[in-house]
């Protein structure tokens, strides 16, 4: 999820904008951790897993 769609509890206010020291912080971490930085490492592991495999079908695919 991105921060922009994100509404702050202790303000109401748009996590975006950034208007209260929760909002900034929030913002902060989000921006640093990237957009995968929230996701456990088993669902990584998983999206790595199905991405191989697609590959992998694919490349099937295309020497049949």
């Known amino acids: ?3 922009d769609r ?4 202790n303000c109401a206010s ?3 904008e950034g ?3 929760v909002c900034r ?14 996701l456990p490492l088993a669902t990584l592991a ?4 199905a991405l191989v495999a697609v590959a992998l079908m694919a ?6």
């Open 19 to 21: 208007r209260c020291p």
């Open 59 to 64: 490349h099937g695919l295309t020497t049949a």
């Open 14 to 16: 748009p996590v975006s």
């Open 25 to 38: 912080a929030s913002r902060q971490r989000m921006q640093q951790d990237g957009p995968l930085g929230g």
């Open 46 to 49: 998983a999206l790595l897993l």
């Open 6 to 9: 994100l509404v702050c509890a």
């Open 1 to 3: 999820m991105t921060y």
